[in-house]
């Protein structure tokens, strides 16, 4: 089992930043950042697979490609989503994911998540 818990959402004003965090109980090849917003579909921000070594390759939703930046720091159970420009459109409830078993960029793959951290950019 691998038990992702998330960190970091808030209160965050247009144009700000903002750093998720997210531990896994074990070492975890890929972990992947989802958003899903009131009424709608969880949809896929990024992911990182380890490549072995401290390596770790990154891919990104095409609408937060150049502001948000996911990382690993080198700790192959930890991975953190930094948010930069927010958009009120991406008020949302963040949620790590780890354990895809196809698709990383469609949420039903993924076997493990997290409750889930509320981020709310003001306008």
């Known amino acids: 089992q691998v038990q992702p818990v998330e960190s970091g959402g808030g209160l965050v004003q247009v144009g700000g930043s903002l750093r998720l965090s997210c531990a896994a109980s074990r070492r975890t090849i890929t972990m992947g950042w989802f958003r899903q917003a009131p009424g709608k579909e969880r949809v896929f921000v990024a992911t990182?697979?380890?490549?072995?070594?401290?390596?770790?390759?990154?891919h990104y939703a095409e609408s937060v490609e150049g502001r948000f930046t996911i990382s690993r720091d080198g700790a192959p159970n930890t991975v953190y989503l930094q948010m930069n420009s927010l958009k009120p459109e991406e008020t949302a409830v963040y949620y790590c994911?780890?354990?895809?078993?196809?698709?990383?960029?469609?949420?039903?793959?993924?076997?493990?998540w997290g409750q889930g951290t509320q981020v709310t950019v003001s306008s």
């Open positions: 994911a780890a354990g895809p078993r196809g698709d990383i960029t469609h949420w039903g793959t993924y076997d493990y």
């Open positions: 990182s697979a380890w490549l072995g070594g401290i390596t770790y390759s990154a």
